[in-house]
């Protein structure tokens, strides 16, 4: 049998949903380039592409975007369940908890992929509510859910409670579409490993929020913004990355399993955009931290198959939307709901479950000692 550690390599499923073209440094959603999705979409429209297949016609957007709209507020026994938490709990912690509530209530007896992508719906257009309505709890404000065109704008004004400039709303727009997939990925692969077992999708996409929290995955775009914020002026960039080095640590927002030649594509985007923020507020100094960051590490480990990866612009262009730093994973999860609802559906319509083996290497035939003898 052979053994892939990490299963680096391993094909687990057929998909129409993401292409990585690592030639050619593109990304595909649905046979769309994303770069132009990013440039001439909307989240509402990639989501809607994702999850359906296709482009909407206007009336076909309209109405998803009026699905979206009715489902903000999420049941209120969520509301009630996040008021008794613990103020110091993480805004991750929160939205994996919040959607693993959404689902007590609701009969789940239809698990056809319909009624799961239905349930999907659902899920991404509360999740915004959910991790708006934390932050303002845990700082002793009232939730709010605002009336709003669009998910991003949505999203920011529940959270500030105030208005959100053209530029700030399409920035956030810009993330979420960025952010909505990325092929099988830990946190879509583990959506799909609950899903296979035909559990529902409330299971499985609080799986996938608990697979993204790690630091490895979406938990580096908060390591980053911490790192940033640390190093604090560009000229410090170099005497930092060296300690942390030296210190045998990782460099959060480096790095990818699948980008070994060259940086992750969605970059070009990112970088645009953080510059366009950088001088709309008159505020370069992050920008200028992880461009030089992105020079200097480049440099020295780009040998290793190292370069940046979303996260490290990710991290800068938060700091200008100005989400209070642990806010950035909930975000990101904001967006990935779309990519994890897209595999679960498509995976179920040709489920089989998933149940790897694996390599023993321990003993064998040891002779049971009772308790007292050992
Ligand atoms: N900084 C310094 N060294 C690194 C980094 C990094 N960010 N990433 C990998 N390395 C080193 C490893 O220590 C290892 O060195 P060694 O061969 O001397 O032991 C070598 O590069 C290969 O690393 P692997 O762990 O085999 O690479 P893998 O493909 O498994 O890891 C990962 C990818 C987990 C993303 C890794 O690069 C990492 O930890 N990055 C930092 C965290 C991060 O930014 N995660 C976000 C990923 S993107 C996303 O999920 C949204």
Redesign the pocket.
């Known amino acids: 049998m052979a053994y892939f550690p ?1 299963l680096e390599g391993v094909v687990v499923k057929e998909t129409e949903i993401c292409h990585i073209d690592l030639e050619n440094s593109k990304i595909y959603y649905r046979g769309y380039d994303l770069e132009e999705l990013a440039e001439r979409s909307t989240f509402e429209e990639t989501a809607y592409l994702l999850l359906y297949g296709k482009l909407p016609t206007r009336g076909g957007l309209e109405q998803f975007k009026a699905v979206l709209r009715g489902n903000r507020a999420p049941p209120q026994h969520v509301t009630a369940v996040l008021q008794h938490l613990p103020k110091s709990a993480e805004p991750i912690d929160v939205l994996r908890t919040g959607v693993s509530a959404m689902a007590h209530g609701e009969d789940l007896r239809d698990r056809s992929p319909e009624a799961e992508l239905a349930r999907g719906v659902r899920i991404m257009a509360a999740m915004p509510y959910i991790v708006a309505a934390w932050h303002r709890i845990r700082t002793g404000q009232q939730p709010l859910s605002p009336d709003a065109d669009s998910h991003a704008e949505y999203f920011l004004k529940a959270l500030r409670g105030s208005d959100v400039s053209p530029l700030e709303a399409r920035a956030m727009d810009v993330m979420l579409i960025i952010y909505a997939e990325h092929s099988m ?1 830990n946190s879509a692969f583990t959506a799909v490993t609950v899903a296979s077992t035909l559990s529902d999708m409330y299971a499985a996409v609080t799986a996938a929020i608990a697979s993204l929290k790690g ?4 938990g ?1 775009n908060v390591d ?1 913004a911490l790192m940033i914020e640390e190093i604090g002026d560009e000229g410090n960039v170099e005497k930092w990355v060296d300690a942390a ?1 030296a210190a045998g640590r ?8 699948l980008y070994k030649r060259g940086p992750d594509p969605r970059l070009r985007v990112l970088r645009r955009l953080a510059k366009e923020l950088a001088y709309a507020k008159g505020d370069t100094k992050y920008y200028a931290i992880a461009q030089r960051l992105e020079e200097y590490v480049t440099a020295k ?1 780009a040998a ?3 370069y940046p ?3 490290l612009y990710a991290a800068v262009i938060f700091k200008y939307l100005g989400l209070p730093v642990d806010i950035n994973l909930p975000t990101f999860a904001i967006s990935r709901v779309a990519g994890w609802v897209a595999h679960v559906v498509e995976y179920r319509r040709k489920n089989r479950l998933i149940r790897p083996t694996e390599k023993y290497t321990g003993p064998i035939g040891l002779k049971y000692v009772p308790i007292e003898e050992r």
């Open positions: 990490g990925n630091p490895l995955h979406g580096a980053a080095l990782r460099i959060p927002g480096f790095g990818h399993r480990l290793k198959g190292i990866n979303t996260d």
